[in-house]
């Protein structure tokens, strides 16, 4: 009989004996499994691999994006428009939904291929025991009871539960995201909590084996390892639609009731009136055109286009276009420590000799060059007594650095960059034997023979201080022995604390011919340095009112001190750890996370619990990381972040990808959020105020039972022709410096508020009012002619050129904004007034579009009524800045900017 699938955590293999272990899984520690059984087990527990599940077809995920309510609006319009015959204008919206539809498809395509990026990781070859011999097999055909060894350099290919092991250290940062290596041996593990870290007798596939080997028995493939444990909980995490979508769904569902509404009423009130009914329904259509804003879906799509565009140049791509909007209102920023805030290279920055001397050195990471300083001076030598401690170091050690690469333990790796720091000469020697560092000896020893050693040779040892000054009875004192008094090692062990209360790991060095009598020669601290570019980007982010809150796998020390450094924990603040969180009820975290700036050892089911609880306060989340570890949580929150030379896993869960792992592309990304959704209310504000202009329009001179202003064809050219390039050009606008300064906006901040249904409501009162008085000035006589209707669509046009140039800034006069600064909008406007004049001075559109020429003292006049609507915004934007400048902006800001500015609260809702 089989054994029966392996299931949950392998906390009960860790429990297990070696024989326990082999028996349970019929296996044999030499020969393995035969062939045979390979087979038959794979037929139950399935292909060591992350098989993708059904999905739904491409196609029909390209259909879906025509459930957004714009869309179907706009094809609500185009089937009106065919109804009535209006083809030209029916292809076009159609053309118009496919092309917005089809750039949102192909944009995020790739948001769900985490699947691939996990089969990325899992190693394309296994060394296995089968028959009795040892092969390479596909990683994919491994089995539960399969014998696998591993070596340096190795992935993991599977859970494994070790049989042997000599000197096996794992890196296993991407889980735990502890950057010390995990110590690994065979031994049973009776009390065990079930986190990852505390199985010190099983290696889990996709680690790195960085020093020693082992031999084991597969006790998880696929889906029931610890990897598929993630995959799982990424699946089913839905990533949570962004504050832009959320506004445009419900601004396309009020805005289909409004329009619909009006319009039912406008067709109503003609009919009564005895209106022509083909007349009355071809207005119908073509106020259901202009009042449906088609240009909203497109310009929001080339809006966050360009930002991706922009964010791509500073070495930030965006992989799902609203994610860059998303930015512009999150308020929360949860960082990974490693790889993160620093550089995941550990390095030596301090040595403390036993014969007094302090040295620090510069240089960070295993490849930056460094100098040595004494006494705050630079040295242009290597003190006889820091050269042992580098000799030792080196000795002692399993790792090399080629190139721009280490092989090995970073920890080894750090002492490796410290010898060379030093200028040292490697000496020829002989290893004569080799005692791997344990968590029961704490130390690593290394026996070698060369020239100064002598022919049997000399113990060279590195490791925990407490544990590597028990072996010492002696320590070099300028170059002379003296004995190691127990006031000594006090003074050395309390000398350690101190560096370990600054988060920076400890190790002690020894030497001589007898393990129990050796020589004491120092120590070194050791720390994984914060990235460059972070200190400033912390200071800005601060600044914009962000608050940061640190998720690490590391100890509380090491992270208080990172914390602490970069002054996002201070005395108000609070560290929980994992097991804490562990401990509370789901209400508890999420009221203790309002202090809350660091969480230490933590693993991904901590991490997507801390992102909840955030979001369960109404915050909006950005989380950073680069580890397999990270992944769920970067998917779980608002926008997920991910760091260049991160996991594929990790980048293919995130919506954006720092290339160069720059944490200060987050402060332009930030900044850029705040821009695009700025340019998107400047063009809605825009669009409304000529589509409510419009509808008024049409309305009011039904109801008074006067002829139409403006034809069927003339309100399609607004609509269509010149709502388009101008409104567009407003998604271009350049980045305001004040504006996107400013502190986050609340995520219930709706594109549409109370604040700007003033304003269009006023601009478009200006534009009804001088489009009407135009009209009854030239209708004299009752009818209605074509130079009557042409000066009115030519007013009207007018108005919204000007109304365009005054949506340009929410509170900036058009003289304190760089004019010239945007020239799609210059450009977009000279072009829709070269494209009206050839309407009213081209005889063939005369016909189509019943216009005659004007004069240019008709002109002239059109321009003195229209910009009246600048010249009204003006004043407002005065009153905006006069009450913002009034007692540091503060009282009169509530009172005056919330009623004309586009500000809301959380209780502010859109106005159907």
Same mark, same amino acid.
């Given at each position: 009989m089989l054994p029966e699938c392996y299931s949950g955590s392998p906390v009960n293999a860790a429990r297990m004996t070696v024989g326990e272990v082999l028996r349970f899984w019929r296996t044999s520690a030499t020969t393995g499994i035969d062939s045979s059984e390979a087979r038959l087990r794979q037929q139950i527990h399935g292909s060591n691999d992350f098989g993708e599940k059904d999905d739904e077809s491409l196609l029909m995920k390209f259909l879906s994006g025509f459930k957004d309510p714009l869309i179907i609006m706009l094809f609500v319009s185009a089937l009106i428009s065919v109804i009535t015959q209006q083809y030209d204008d029916a292809l076009s919206i159609t053309i118009a939904v496919i092309i917005v539809t089809l750039v949102g498809f192909v944009q995020e395509y790739r948001s769900e291929k985490s699947l691939e990026a996990l089969n990325n990781l899992v190693p394309p070859t296994a060394h296995c025991i089968r028959n009795g011999v040892k092969e390479d097999i596909l990683a994919r055909e491994l089995v539960p009871g399969d014998v696998v060894e591993v070596g340096l350099g190795d992935r993991v290919p599977a859970d494994v539960r070790l049989l042997e092991c000599a000197g096996l250290e794992l890196d296993e940062s991407s889980f735990t995201g502890e950057t010390v290596p995990c110590i690994k041996q065979a031994e049973p593990i009776v009390t065990l909590k079930g986190e990852v870290s505390e199985l010190t007798n099983i290696v889990f596939m996709g680690t790195l084996v960085c020093n020693g080997h082992g031999r084991g028995v597969v006790i998880g493939t696929g889906y029931n390892t610890q990897f598929g444990e993630i995959f799982n909980m990424m699946e089913s995490e839905e990533t949570p639609k962004t504050p832009l979508q959320k506004n445009m769904d419900k601004l396309g569902k009020h805005l289909s009731f409004i329009s619909f509404g009006v319009i039912g009423v406008i067709l109503l009130v003609g009919f009564i009136k005895g209106q022509p009914f083909q007349d009355m329904l071809t207005i119908g259509v073509s106020l259901a055109v202009a009042a449906i804003p088609e240009g909203l879906p497109i310009v929001v799509t080339v809006t966050l286009a360009l930002g991706v565009i922009r964010m791509s140049k500073k070495e930030a791509i965006v992989r799902k276009l609203p994610s860059v909007e998303t930015l512009g209102c999150v308020n929360v920023l949860c960082v990974d420590k490693t790889g993160t805030l620093t550089k995941n290279e550990m390095t030596v920055t301090k040595a403390h000799t036993a014969s007094g001397n302090t040295y620090t050195f510069t240089g960070t990471g295993y490849f930056e060059p460094g100098r040595v300083i004494h006494d705050g001076r630079a040295l242009s030598y290597c003190p006889e007594d820091l050269a042992v401690i580098g000799k030792v170091g080196r000795l002692c050690n399993n790792s090399h650095i080629s190139g721009d690469k280490m092989f090995g333990n970073p920890t080894d790796g750090a002492l490796v960059a410290l010898y060379n720091k030093l200028g040292l000469t490697t000496e020829p020697v002989t290893r004569l034997e080799e005692i791997p560092f344990t968590h029961e000896r704490k130390w690593m020893g290394v026996k070698c023979a060369g020239d100064q050693a002598g022919a049997e040779g000399v113990y060279y040892v590195k490791g925990a201080p407490e544990n590597v000054l028990k072996l010492c009875t002696h320590q070099l004192v300028r170059g002379t022995l003296h004995a190691l008094t127990d006031d000594d090692k006090d003074s050395v062990l309390e000398q350690i604390q101190v560096n370990e209360a600054l988060g920076m790991r400890a190790l002690s060095f020894c030497y001589g011919s007898d393990l129990k009598n050796l020589v004491y020669v120092g120590n070194v601290a050791i720390m994984d340095p914060i990235r460059n570019e972070v200190p400033e980007t912390v200071h800005t982010l601060h600044q914009n009112s962000i608050r940061l809150v640190m998720i690490t796998g590391d100890s509380k020390n090491i992270a208080v001190s990172i914390g602490n450094k970069l002054g996002f924990h201070g005395p108000n603040n609070v560290a929980i750890s994992g097991d804490m969180i562990d401990n509370m009820t789901d209400q508890g975290l999420c009221d203790m996370m309002m202090n809350v700036s660091i969480v230490y050892r933590s693993s991904p089911r901590h991490k997507m619990k801390v992102i909840k609880a955030l979001q369960e306060r109404k915050e909006i989340v950005a989380m950073t990381g680069d580890g397999v570890n990270d992944a769920v949580a970067l998917k779980?929150? /608002?926008?997920?972040? @991910?760091?260049?030379?991160?996991?594929?896993?990790? *980048?293919?869960?995130?919506?954006?990808?720092?290339?160069? /792992?720059?944490?200060? @592309?987050?402060?332009?990304?930030?900044?850029?959020? *705040?821009?695009?959704?700025?340019?998107?209310?400047?063009?809605?504000r825009f669009q409304l105020s000529t589509s409510v202009s419009a509808l008024t329009l049409i309305a009011l001179t039904t109801l008074w039972n006067i002829p139409p202003p403006l034809n069927p064809m003339q309100i399609l050219w607004i609509n269509i022709i010149m709502d388009g390039p101008p409104a567009q050009s407003l998604g271009v606008e350049p980045m305001d410096n004040e504006k996107c300064n400013s502190p986050p906006r609340h995520p219930k901040t709706q594109v549409v508020n109370k604040a700007m249904l003033l304003r269009v409501c006023l601009s478009a009162s200006c534009i009804i009012t001088g489009t009407l008085w135009i009209f009854k000035n030239e209708m004299v006589d009752g009818t209605v002619t074509s130079r009557d209707t042409t000066m009115t669509f030519t007013c009207f046009i007018f108005f919204d050129m000007f109304n365009a140039l005054s949506c340009r800034s929410t509170t900036k006069s058009i003289f304190q904004i760089n004019i010239l600064g945007n020239t799609t909008f210059l450009c977009a406007i000279s072009a829709s007034i070269l494209a009206h004049f050839g309407l009213v001075y081209v005889p063939f559109l005369q016909v189509i579009f019943q216009t005659e020429a004007l004069s240019a003292q008709d002109l002239m006049l059109l321009v003195c009524i229209a910009s009246s609507v600048l010249v009204v915004d003006e004043v407002v934007k005065l009153i905006i800045r006069m009450s913002e400048n009034h007692c540091g902006g503060q009282i009169d800001k509530m009172r005056t900017s919330d009623i004309f500015q586009s500000n809301s609260t959380d209780k502010e809702k859109l106005i159907p």
């Amino acid at each position: 009989m089989l054994p029966e699938c392996y299931s949950g955590s392998p906390v009960n293999a860790a429990r297990m004996t070696v024989g326990e272990v082999l028996r349970f899984w019929r296996t044999s520690a030499t020969t393995g499994i035969d062939s045979s059984e390979a087979r038959l087990r794979q037929q139950i527990h399935g292909s060591n691999d992350f098989g993708e599940k059904d999905d739904e077809s491409l196609l029909m995920k390209f259909l879906s994006g025509f459930k957004d309510p714009l869309i179907i609006m706009l094809f609500v319009s185009a089937l009106i428009s065919v109804i009535t015959q209006q083809y030209d204008d029916a292809l076009s919206i159609t053309i118009a939904v496919i092309i917005v539809t089809l750039v949102g498809f192909v944009q995020e395509y790739r948001s769900e291929k985490s699947l691939e990026a996990l089969n990325n990781l899992v190693p394309p070859t296994a060394h296995c025991i089968r028959n009795g011999v040892k092969e390479d097999i596909l990683a994919r055909e491994l089995v539960p009871g399969d014998v696998v060894e591993v070596g340096l350099g190795d992935r993991v290919p599977a859970d494994v539960r070790l049989l042997e092991c000599a000197g096996l250290e794992l890196d296993e940062s991407s889980f735990t995201g502890e950057t010390v290596p995990c110590i690994k041996q065979a031994e049973p593990i009776v009390t065990l909590k079930g986190e990852v870290s505390e199985l010190t007798n099983i290696v889990f596939m996709g680690t790195l084996v960085c020093n020693g080997h082992g031999r084991g028995v597969v006790i998880g493939t696929g889906y029931n390892t610890q990897f598929g444990e993630i995959f799982n909980m990424m699946e089913s995490e839905e990533t949570p639609k962004t504050p832009l979508q959320k506004n445009m769904d419900k601004l396309g569902k009020h805005l289909s009731f409004i329009s619909f509404g009006v319009i039912g009423v406008i067709l109503l009130v003609g009919f009564i009136k005895g209106q022509p009914f083909q007349d009355m329904l071809t207005i119908g259509v073509s106020l259901a055109v202009a009042a449906i804003p088609e240009g909203l879906p497109i310009v929001v799509t080339v809006t966050l286009a360009l930002g991706v565009i922009r964010m791509s140049k500073k070495e930030a791509i965006v992989r799902k276009l609203p994610s860059v909007e998303t930015l512009g209102c999150v308020n929360v920023l949860c960082v990974d420590k490693t790889g993160t805030l620093t550089k995941n290279e550990m390095t030596v920055t301090k040595a403390h000799t036993a014969s007094g001397n302090t040295y620090t050195f510069t240089g960070t990471g295993y490849f930056e060059p460094g100098r040595v300083i004494h006494d705050g001076r630079a040295l242009s030598y290597c003190p006889e007594d820091l050269a042992v401690i580098g000799k030792v170091g080196r000795l002692c050690n399993n790792s090399h650095i080629s190139g721009d690469k280490m092989f090995g333990n970073p920890t080894d790796g750090a002492l490796v960059a410290l010898y060379n720091k030093l200028g040292l000469t490697t000496e020829p020697v002989t290893r004569l034997e080799e005692i791997p560092f344990t968590h029961e000896r704490k130390w690593m020893g290394v026996k070698c023979a060369g020239d100064q050693a002598g022919a049997e040779g000399v113990y060279y040892v590195k490791g925990a201080p407490e544990n590597v000054l028990k072996l010492c009875t002696h320590q070099l004192v300028r170059g002379t022995l003296h004995a190691l008094t127990d006031d000594d090692k006090d003074s050395v062990l309390e000398q350690i604390q101190v560096n370990e209360a600054l988060g920076m790991r400890a190790l002690s060095f020894c030497y001589g011919s007898d393990l129990k009598n050796l020589v004491y020669v120092g120590n070194v601290a050791i720390m994984d340095p914060i990235r460059n570019e972070v200190p400033e980007t912390v200071h800005t982010l601060h600044q914009n009112s962000i608050r940061l809150v640190m998720i690490t796998g590391d100890s509380k020390n090491i992270a208080v001190s990172i914390g602490n450094k970069l002054g996002f924990h201070g005395p108000n603040n609070v560290a929980i750890s994992g097991d804490m969180i562990d401990n509370m009820t789901d209400q508890g975290l999420c009221d203790m996370m309002m202090n809350v700036s660091i969480v230490y050892r933590s693993s991904p089911r901590h991490k997507m619990k801390v992102i909840k609880a955030l979001q369960e306060r109404k915050e909006i989340v950005a989380m950073t990381g680069d580890g397999v570890n990270d992944a769920v949580a970067l998917k779980c929150a /608002d926008i997920g972040i @991910a760091m260049g030379k991160g996991t594929d896993v990790c *980048k293919e869960a995130a919506e954006m990808v720092l290339v160069n /792992d720059d944490m200060s @592309a987050i402060v332009e990304a930030v900044r850029e959020g *705040k821009n695009i959704f700025s340019n998107i209310k400047n063009f809605v504000r825009f669009q409304l105020s000529t589509s409510v202009s419009a509808l008024t329009l049409i309305a009011l001179t039904t109801l008074w039972n006067i002829p139409p202003p403006l034809n069927p064809m003339q309100i399609l050219w607004i609509n269509i022709i010149m709502d388009g390039p101008p409104a567009q050009s407003l998604g271009v606008e350049p980045m305001d410096n004040e504006k996107c300064n400013s502190p986050p906006r609340h995520p219930k901040t709706q594109v549409v508020n109370k604040a700007m249904l003033l304003r269009v409501c006023l601009s478009a009162s200006c534009i009804i009012t001088g489009t009407l008085w135009i009209f009854k000035n030239e209708m004299v006589d009752g009818t209605v002619t074509s130079r009557d209707t042409t000066m009115t669509f030519t007013c009207f046009i007018f108005f919204d050129m000007f109304n365009a140039l005054s949506c340009r800034s929410t509170t900036k006069s058009i003289f304190q904004i760089n004019i010239l600064g945007n020239t799609t909008f210059l450009c977009a406007i000279s072009a829709s007034i070269l494209a009206h004049f050839g309407l009213v001075y081209v005889p063939f559109l005369q016909v189509i579009f019943q216009t005659e020429a004007l004069s240019a003292q008709d002109l002239m006049l059109l321009v003195c009524i229209a910009s009246s609507v600048l010249v009204v915004d003006e004043v407002v934007k005065l009153i905006i800045r006069m009450s913002e400048n009034h007692c540091g902006g503060q009282i009169d800001k509530m009172r005056t900017s919330d009623i004309f500015q586009s500000n809301s609260t959380d209780k502010e809702k859109l106005i159907p």
